[in-house]
């Protein structure tokens, strides 16, 4: 295999993608700005703690399969997978988007492929890419082809879902279609399905928006049960054994650089139609703020200053990833509430208040928060916490730990969602 891709952006699924493709037989050149990442990637190490990855990585940097750079080169095909995050006025940020965009014009030749795998509000593809693209001189769809595909993968199994998802394709004609799926079943073993651009784009924002609106009914479930002293979690689960109720877990709020910023994608556009989408997404950003309201309320009678002990900051469990993590919203309500917070997450290298021991960091502790359920944590010993603590109240947000063990060495446990 001789073609050449260039992927621009080094993020989770710019480098997993990058990888992948060298993996496969593609000659790539990953691009990113960071001069961080390049030089480590350069050197094969990765800052990014995704299964097998950094073996994946180091193996196609010395077979000399991926190159790093931070400025693109001549490629066949072109893959844009920068972030889009949102402004404070929950408006798509799209400056990366475009500034990887302009930063290919001067590589691109006729036949080449550009593909769009960022998540976007529907219409960037065609109104803003292609613009762009055909600003060097180059008409899309007779001398270069343009397409969009959204990657569908669940960090801590990025490669593996990477071959294995079905894809949902959509090109700006039907050459470009042809192209698309041409190349990702180069590598795709899952099933790939042709639409076109604009649904495709869709399709990836109703994915997470479905979820995100899932779980704002089951939190909304838990401040409703909580008001009239029901357990959320055992309605939720003697409610899903009806064969078409499926509802999701409640908890602390929704993190990650998909759920918690997506659906605004389609809000964004549709002010006045997206009532539930909206909703949705207030609700569960109220969950951080409703978890800190419970900590006030569990440390009322606690004089002078008060130490809150975080287990896990990270969006989701078993990863490094604290994009958007509605854990991190909490402690800077602790924090501006003049709480002492110490925080223990083995999957996280830096951040304020991070303790590297677990022991140390419950020392003169009042309460302990399980914000992130990882598998780690399962082994923890709450008796050898208990020692050291200053009290002895566990607040479980994500109904993960054995309440029996817990209660057995005497600590108070609070589970969220039963009052």
Known sequence: ????????????????????????GYDVMGVDTNEEIVSNLNEGKIIIKEPYLDILVKDVIQKKKLKVSNIPCEADIFIIAVQTPINKYKSADLRYVISATSSILSYLKKGDLIILESTSPVGTTQEIIKP??????????????????????????????????????????????????????SFVKGNIYVTDIKTAE?????ENAYRDVNIAFANELLKICNEIDL??????????????????????????????????????????????????????????YYVFEKIEKLTINILGLKKITILGITYKANVDDIRESPIIDLIKLLKNAGYTISIYDPFVDEY??????LIKACEDSDLVVLGVDHTIFKDISFKDIKKVMKGNILLDTRNFLDRKEIEDVKFIYKLLGDN
């Not at 008409?139 to 879902?161: F, Q």
């Open 352 to 357: 304020e208040f991070l303790e590297k021991d």
């Open 231 to 288: 357990n959320v979690w055992n309605v939720i689960k003697y409610s899903n054994k009806h064969p078409r109720v499926n509802i999701l877990n409640p908890g602390p709020g929704v993190g990650g650089n998909c759920l918690g910023i997506d659906p605004w994608f389609i809000v964004e556009d549709n002010q006045d139609l997206a009532n539930i989408i909206k909703l949705s997404r207030d609700i569960n950003d109220s969950m951080p």
């Open 132 to 185: 762009i693209l055909e600003s060097c001189d180059l008409e899309v769809s007779k001398d270069i082809y343009l397409g969009y595909c959204p990657e569908k993968v669940y960090p801590g199994n990025i490669l593996n879902e990477l071959v294995k998802n079905d894809r949902v394709i959509g090109g700006i004609d039907d050459k470009s279609s042809e192209k698309l799926k041409e190349f990702y079943y």
């Open 1 to 24: 295999m001789n073609k050449k891709v260039c992927v621009i952006g080094l993020g989770y699924i710019g480098l997993s993608i990058a990888t992948l493709l060298a993996h496969y």
């Open 202 to 206: 869709m399709v990836k924002l109703v």
